[in-house]
Structures are given as structure tokens and as C-alpha cells.
């Protein structure tokens, strides 16, 4: 949806040769940007936290669901998760609401092609919204990252229980299973937490170093854009029968490395 959203802004300016400011005029002063400028700061502001908190939704569901099945099976409800959705939404789009009524600033960035809230220069009441932004980011990929490695601990812990001696090899397709799970998680995670931590890293130093560099703001941008990009062809690469039988085979080659050292030893 957020790609959706903002391509065809981007592609208008590049066709008309002009700035987001200038296709779409109207701000309340001369140094204002224009209402098309605002109103792209706010999309990007919205489709940069709002699938980040649905991430974090879907994190605590997995370690739930694997560390606290009782607890699952009783409070998550169905319908729970339908109103999860739009309550996260709804939560969302007010706080990004904010630089609309002056708390913080819609900024037009080099080449004029897209805006974001400033980052750098300015007072408290210009800056206090994207320390805010990146503080809630920050508070967001910990608690994802925290809930994606208690996840992995309890998918490996089942992946090693190994079957009964004699029993067929059909018993041993759900450790493979969780085995798939954990390196797919494990490869999304580090995905979404390489992509996310430039933009809290830039919201910082434009802050309270008073970087002023909109090149290093593109760059930051860029790395939150290609997160949403990449995570749904990594899922549908790494859930492909080929990976599974690859990652299958490194595992199964690797245990009978393992097994044939200890044979080996005193």
C-alpha cells in the first residue's frame, strides 16, 4: 500500500521536472513546503512505523505461541487479531499526525522528489518529533529482535530433540521443519534490524550532533525502503522446496560430521 501511495508522486515529479513543493503549493508560509510535500512526509513517516509495530505483533505472537502455548491457546483470540490491525493503524497514523499540527517539521530533501520530517537543524520543537520517532523505532526493533532470538532458542531446542533409535525417517521431517523456521526467521531478522537502524542512527545525530547531511538522510531512507522490498522475496525464496532441501542437506551433512568426530575420538 505504501508503495502504491508514493510511486506515482515520485514519478510525477521526475515527469514534470519538479519539486513535490511545487506540484502540489499551499503551504501557510514561504519556507513551508507545499500540502503534496506534507502529505508524503506523512506516508513515509506512517509505512515506516505501522509495519514495524504489525512486526512486533507478529514477533510476540511466534514466541507466545512457542514459549507460552498455554497462554496462547487461552487469551489470543481470533478476534483479537482481527482488531489488531487497525488499532495499530489507527495508533500510527495520530502519532505521525503530529508534524501536521507543529509538532516537528515536513521537510523537502535533495532533489525534491521526496520529503520526510527534518531531522536536523532547528529547536525542540522541530527536532523533538523524530528523536520521538526514532526512540519508538529503537524500542521497536529491540523488543522484534528480542522476540525473534527467544523464538529461535525454543525453535532449536526442539530441532535438537532427536527421534527415538529404530524409529522411521519420517519422524525425523519435523525437526527439518523447524529447522526451515529458524533460518528463515533468523535471516528476517537480521534483514529487518540492518535495514532499520540507519534512519535511528541519522534521527540521533541530526539531533544532538547537528549533522546536517541530506545524503546520508537519503541513504537512511533508502535502507528503510529496501526492508519492505526484500522481506517478501526472502520469505517466498527461502520457503521454496529447492532452499529446504538445500538447508536439509547442510544439516544432515554437518551432523554426520559431527557424528563421525566422535567416532573418531578416544
Not at 514477533?59 to 487469551?75: K, M, Q, T
Not at 520543537?125 to 526512540?135: D, I, N, Q, T
Amino acid at each position: 500500500l505504501g508503495k502504491c501511495l508514493l510511486s506515482p508522486i515520485v514519478l510525477a515529479a521526475y515527469a514534470y521536472n519538479r519539486s513535490l513543493s511545487e506540484l502540489g503549493p499551499g503551504g501557510r508560509g514561504e519556507d513551508e513546503p507545499g500540502v503534496l510535500c506534507q502529505l508524503f512526509a506523512f506516508l513515509m513517516a506512517f509505512f515506516g512505523l505501522a509495519p514495524t509495530l504489525l512486526l512486533l505483533a507478529m514477533a510476540l505472537e511466534c514466541w507466545l505461541s512457542l514459549g507460552h502455548p498455554y497462554f496462547y491457546r487461552r487469551h489470543l483470540t481470533r478476534r483479537l487479531g482481527v482488531a489488531l490491525g487497525p488499532a495499530a493503524g489507527g495508533l500510527c497514523a495520530l502519532f505521525c499526525a503530529l508534524p501536521l499540527l507543529g509538532f516537528g517539521v515536513p521537510m523537502q530533501y535533495c532533489p525534491g522528489t521526496w520529503c520526510f520530517i527534518r531531522m536536523a537543524g532547528g529547536g525542540p520543537r522541530e527536532l523533538g518529533f523524530p528523536v520521538l520517532y526514532a526512540g519508538l523505532m529503537g524500542l521497536l526493533v529491540v523488543a522484534i529482535g528480542a522476540c525473534n532470538v527467544s523464538s529461535m532458542r525454543h525453535l532449536y531446542g526442539m530441532a535438537r530433540r532427536q527421534p527415538r533409535r529404530g524409529a522411521p525417517p519420517a519422524a525425523a521431517a519435523p525437526r527439518m521443519e523447524e529447522l526451515d523456521h529458524l533460518v528463515l526467521l533468523g535471516l528476517m531478522t537480521v534483514l529487518f534490524t540492518v535495514c532499520s537502524l540507519p534512519l535511528i542512527i541519522r534521527a540521533y545525530m541530526g539531533a544532538f550532533a547537528a549533522d546536517i547531511n541530506e545524503n546520508a538522510d537519503l541513504s537512511a531512507l533508502r535502507f528503510l525502503s529496501v526492508n519492505s522490498i526484500v522481506d517478501p522475496w526472502v520469505f517466498i525464496i527461502f520457503r521454496t522446496s529447492v532452499f529446504r532441501s538445500f538447508v536439509r542437506r547442510v544439516c544432515r551433512r554437518l551432523h554426520s560430521r559431527k557424528s563421525s568426530l566422535k567416532g573418531s575420538g578416544p
